[in-house]
């Protein structure tokens, strides 16, 4: 079991930048994978960033077409820590912003609430 907090949500204009934080506790969170998904009102809840790990310590990083360059995903495994540096924020980036855990990435990337650990989410709204 693994038990993931969000925090550092707000709002901010456009333009601006947040930085969001996932904690988790629980099980040995340097083997799974974390994810940061996002659902805007009205809309499926979509894939934003992931870091992936390799089995040697070594953690590759996914991006969203939508956020590259932008977003900056990292992770602090002495803190039990998986961060989302968002930059130049834009209105459509609005929306509760969800960390998951996963130690299959195949399920990791699918936005199925009940595959996985997902966290309770912060809401990010960026105003024009």
């Known amino acids: 079991q693994v038990q993931l907090v969000e925090s550092g949500g707000g709002l901010v204009q456009a333009g601006g930048s947040l930085s969001l934080s996932c904690v988790a506790s629980?099980?040995?969170?340097?083997?799974?994978?974390i994810a940061w998904f996002r659902q805007a009102p009205g809309k499926e809840r979509e894939f934003v960033a992931a870091?992936?790990?390799?089995?040697?310590?070594?953690?590759?990083?996914e991006y969203a077409d939508s956020v590259k360059g932008r977003f900056t995903i990292s992770r602090d495994n002495a803190k039990n820590t998986v961060s989302l540096q968002m930059n130049s924020l834009k209105p459509e980036d609005t929306a509760v912003y969800y960390c998951?855990?996963?130690?299959?990435?195949?399920?990791?990337?699918?936005?199925?609430?009940?595959?996985?650990?997902w966290g309770q989410g912060t809401q990010v709204t960026v105003s024009s």
């Open positions: 629980g099980r040995t969170f340097s083997n799974y994978h």
């Open positions: 998951k855990a996963d130690l299959n990435w195949a399920s990791l990337l699918n936005s199925d609430y009940r595959q996985g650990y």
């Open positions: 870091t992936r790990w390799s089995g040697h310590s070594i953690y590759y990083l």
